[in-house]
């Protein structure tokens, strides 16, 4: 019991707290339009300094705090199955997850250094930097948004690994040397910051729809919904625009198998090229699917990487069976397709993404020039996801180049190039 109560003193909770608030800051100041580089710099580079020289039980806390206030909106997926009330054990869970997470780092850290027969303080901290630096490998269950570099995405320093892995040897050696000259290491991280005068594409329109995750499976409304799309389409047409991009499952039925929904985009498709999301069904196993009607040509691109327990359970097939059972009626998982898919659309080749799988490094595989996603961001409004959605894509863009087409429900769509947001 008295080892239990070390992990709950003052110190230890609001040094945890704390530091979690300094490495979370970079997501709410965005949330909130009050980034600055300078801000994100000192901020993140605290944290860092901060938890490297914090011991066992703060790293416990601070993974807790962290898993709360970078995914407490996870549990919010809830309240459209009818279990609101199991909102506040969601986000409990995913805090002690990731504190127990942070907590391995620093015991297997302070344990390996308890068995060398040297006593330093350099290896406790060495190790636990090399904890940080692998963490962004560690995806549970599949999930893959917690990438500690993310923390300098619009900071002055660059969010590559070679860039990370230096900012904390300069912080370990700076602490064990209690020399802060290491810290000018740091200086050869420095990344400049993104141009401000990209334009736009005028060709494209990218479209943005506010429709609720109950109003978008009520079938009786599906009438009306559909009649606003197929206006949203004329307007694109009247405005001379090239390509129209819809969101994420924004028509939500079987697409292939409704041969009036199909008739009516073809048609309008002589006009206009138009990429949308909608389901698919091959006689077997429903896909979450985008569709890309172009040139008289209909390609369906099924997604590749799936969300975990939201359309695929990741847990042993015992388990999975009975979580579907009980909190998806029954409903079967989806199936992902095996291969990313590249579409051309006049001189533009695109790599097709729907919502999670544009934040996982397999979609980036050959360094993809274009990408085009689909998301539906309802099922958590409202709330900070589509903000560190934005920041997951904004890093792959710095990191592969690739610029990002992204149209989405319940927030506002945008395109990601060189750097930049351009609402």
Same mark, same amino acid.
């Given at each position: 019991?008295?080892?239990?109560?070390?992990?709950?003193? %003052?110190?230890?909770?609001?040094?945890?707290?704390?530091?979690?608030?300094?490495?979370?800051?970079?997501?709410?100041?965005?949330?909130?339009?009050?980034?600055? &580089?300078?801000?994100?710099?000192?901020?993140?580079?605290?944290?860092?300094?901060?938890?490297?020289?914090?011991?066992?039980?703060?790293?416990?806390?601070?993974?807790?705090?962290?898993?709360?206030?970078?995914?407490?909106?996870?549990?919010?997926?809830?309240?459209?199955?009818?279990?609101?009330?199991?909102?506040?054990?969601?986000?409990?869970?995913?805090?002690?997850?990731?504190?127990?997470?942070?907590?391995?780092?620093?015991?297997?850290?302070?344990?390996?250094?308890?068995?060398?027969?040297?006593?330093?303080?350099?290896?406790?901290?060495?190790?636990?930097?090399?904890?940080?630096?692998?963490?962004?490998?560690?995806?549970?269950?599949?999930?893959?948004?917690?990438?500690?570099?993310?923390?300098?995405?619009?900071?002055?320093?660059?969010?590559?690994?070679?860039?990370?892995?230096?900012?904390?040897?300069?912080?370990?050696?700076?602490?064990?040397?209690?020399?802060?000259?290491?810290?000018?290491?740091?200086?050869?991280?420095?990344?400049?910051?993104?141009?401000?005068?990209?334009?736009?594409?005028?060709?494209?329109?990218?479209?943005?729809?506010?429709?609720?995750?109950?109003?978008?499976?009520?079938?009786?409304?599906?009438?009306?919904?559909?009649?606003?799309?197929?206006?949203?389409?004329? %307007?694109?047409?009247?405005?001379?625009?090239?390509?129209?991009?819809? &969101?994420?499952?924004?028509?939500?039925?079987?697409?292939?198998?409704?041969?009036?929904?199909?008739?009516?985009?073809?048609?309008?498709?002589?006009?206009?090229?138009?990429?949308?999301?909608?389901?698919?069904?091959?006689?077997?196993?429903?896909?979450?699917?985008?569709?890309?009607?172009?040139?008289?040509?209909?390609?369906?691109?099924?997604?590749?990487?799936?969300?975990?327990?939201?359309?695929?359970?990741?847990?042993?097939?015992?388990?999975?069976?009975?979580?579907?059972?009980?909190?998806?009626?029954?409903?079967?998982?989806?199936?992902?397709?095996?291969?990313? %898919?590249?579409?051309?659309?006049?001189?533009?080749?695109?790599?097709?993404?729907?919502?999670?799988?544009?934040?996982?490094?397999?979609?980036?595989?050959?360094?993809?020039?274009?990408?085009?996603?689909?998301?539906?961001?309802?099922?958590?409004?409202?709330?900070?996801?589509?903000?560190?959605?934005?920041?997951?894509?904004?890093?792959?863009?710095?990191?592969?180049?690739?610029?990002?087409?992204?149209?989405?429900?319940?927030?506002?769509?945008?395109?990601?190039?060189?750097?930049?947001?351009?609402?």
């Amino acid at each position: 019991m008295n080892k239990i109560r070390q992990y709950f003193t %003052t110190f230890v909770l609001t040094r945890g707290f704390f530091i979690a608030l300094l490495s979370s800051a970079f997501i709410y100041l965005e949330h909130w339009g009050l980034s600055h &580089p300078l801000i994100h710099t000192i901020f993140a580079l605290s944290s860092l300094f901060l938890l490297l020289q914090s011991n066992t039980k703060v790293w416990f806390w601070f993974g807790v705090f962290t898993g709360a206030l970078w995914f407490w909106w996870i549990a919010l997926s809830l309240q459209h199955y009818g279990y609101a009330w199991g909102i506040p054990v969601g986000v409990s869970l995913i805090a002690l997850g990731y504190g127990i997470i942070f907590w391995s780092i620093a015991k297997i850290a302070s344990f390996i250094t308890s068995s060398l027969p040297i006593h330093s303080t350099f290896f406790p901290i060495l190790l636990k930097a090399l904890g940080l630096l692998g963490l962004s490998y560690f995806h549970p269950f599949g999930f893959d948004w917690l990438k500690p570099e993310l923390i300098f995405i619009q900071s002055y320093i660059g969010i590559e690994k070679w860039q990370y892995a230096l900012v904390l040897i300069a912080i370990v050696f700076t602490q064990w040397r209690q020399n802060f000259s290491y810290l000018l290491l740091i200086l050869l991280t420095y990344q400049p910051s993104a141009q401000t005068h990209i334009k736009e594409n005028q060709t494209i329109a990218l479209i943005s729809t506010q429709t609720s995750v109950e109003d978008k499976w009520n079938t009786t409304l599906h009438p009306t919904q559909f009649k606003k799309l197929f206006k949203i389409i004329d %307007t694109a047409i009247e405005e001379n625009k090239t390509l129209i991009v819809l &969101p994420e499952s924004v028509f939500p039925t079987f697409i292939n198998r409704s041969q009036q929904l199909m008739d009516t985009l073809k048609e309008k498709a002589k006009h206009i090229s138009i990429v949308t999301g909608g389901l698919y069904w091959d006689g077997k196993t429903p896909r979450n699917s985008t569709y890309i009607f172009t040139h008289g040509k209909v390609t369906v691109a099924n997604k590749v990487v799936l969300v975990p327990f939201g359309e695929s359970n990741p847990l042993p097939d015992f388990l999975s069976k009975w979580v579907n059972d009980i909190f998806y009626d029954g409903a079967i998982d989806y199936e992902a397709s095996t291969d990313v %898919t590249d579409y051309q659309i006049d001189d533009k080749t695109y790599r097709n993404a729907i919502c999670f799988e544009a934040t996982s490094e397999k979609l980036y595989i050959g360094h993809p020039e274009n990408m085009i996603v689909l998301s539906n961001n309802g099922w958590f409004h409202p709330s900070i996801e589509p903000t560190l959605q934005k920041l997951l894509l904004l890093y792959y863009n710095k990191k592969y180049g690739t610029t990002i087409y992204h149209s989405v429900n319940m927030s506002k769509s945008y395109v990601i190039k060189d750097g930049n947001v351009i609402q």
